[in-house]
């Protein structure tokens, strides 16, 4: 598995306005084939092969259908395949669990190997027998490749679940070609930041996060955050603000080039990568300016 590497930002570019978004190109059946360790890794950032967190999968559709409809993919979860080799034993609609044999590999090697089995038997199955339109995979597993063409030659499209690396693909086929190749097949990456998926944790996981979201951010960090977004803002022409105002009004989410360089700039002025309740007040910071109301007093009042 890659881990995530460090971005280059590329200049805001103007984005469309509401008028002219063009509406999402795709829709249709889509089934998701999913491997636990790989949405725990996405969902957790950076942590350890084999001892990543558990991933909760109580809003686990809705998350997967907001991240697909996000990427202009207007398409309806019809089921999840999730493999495991470490069962939860509940029961969601719409999921089915491929349960994965222990393995006394300390690295899981055994296990992955299977996973990777599983999910080429239900994609070749998915695929021949034209069950959907659309598939939505989660796994870094090269070996896919091959079974991946055949679904596309069958009609289907194939999107991959990846970190922000993937948007680096020169680095990528340096760094790990196998990844890259994988990614390449693919008919779209679906980007995915931890922050996005921070619904898939835990309870405790993300009450803990809640909880501290707001009280461990004091007055300086604030104020250095409204800082650089404000002068981000200000350096925009007004037919971008405008277009960006029209997006942010029709989206959940920030558009990627625009948080990337949000991110980048902040993270320039702590000399630190940002907490994730330091991410959240620099997005929020970003939708009040865009609506007018990213005065002092609105700072203030979070």
């Not at 991933?55 to 996000?70: D, F, G, P, W, Y």
Request: with cysteine.
């Amino acid at each position: 598995m890659i881990m995530p590497h460090s971005s280059t930002v590329a200049p805001f570019q103007r984005l469309p306005s509401a008028s002219r978004r063009p509406r999402p190109a795709r829709s249709g059946a889509c089934v998701a084939l999913l491997d636990d360790r790989f949405v725990a890794w996405l969902s957790h950032g950076d942590c350890e092969p084999g001892a990543e967190p558990a991933v909760s999968r109580r809003t686990l559709v809705r998350a997967l259908s907001r991240l697909l409809s996000e990427f202009g993919l207007d398409v309806s979860i019809k089921r999840v395949y999730w493999y495991t080799d470490r069962p939860d034993g509940e029961f969601h609609d719409d999921q089915i669990i491929r349960v994965v044999g222990g393995s006394d590999e300390p690295d899981g090697s055994d296990d992955a190997s299977e996973a990777w089995q599983l999910i080429e038997r239900d994609l070749k199955q998915l695929s021949e027998w034209q069950a959907c339109e659309h598939l939505l995979l989660a796994t870094d597993d090269e070996r896919l490749v091959g079974s991946i063409d055949q679904a596309q030659l069958r009609g289907l499209s194939v999107y991959l679940m990846a970190d922000e690396a993937s948007q680096q693909a020169a680095a990528l086929r340096d760094e790990d070609p196998d990844w890259a190749r994988l990614l390449a097949q693919a008919d779209r990456r679906i980007v995915v930041r931890a922050d996005d998926l921070l619904e898939l944790r835990q309870p405790d996981l993300r009450s803990a996060a809640g909880d501290h979201a707001r009280s461990d951010i004091g007055a300086d960090q604030r104020t250095t955050i409204e800082e650089v977004v404000r002068a981000w803002w200000d350096a925009q022409s007004v037919d971008s603000q405008e277009d960006l105002r029209g997006v942010l009004a029709s989206s959940p989410g920030i558009p990627q080039e625009v948080d990337r360089a949000l991110l980048l700039q902040t993270r320039e002025r702590f000399v630190r990568p940002l907490s994730f309740s330091e991410k959240k007040i620099m997005r929020e910071r970003l939708r009040a300016m865009a609506s007018g109301s990213g005065s002092d007093e609105a700072l203030q009042a979070d």
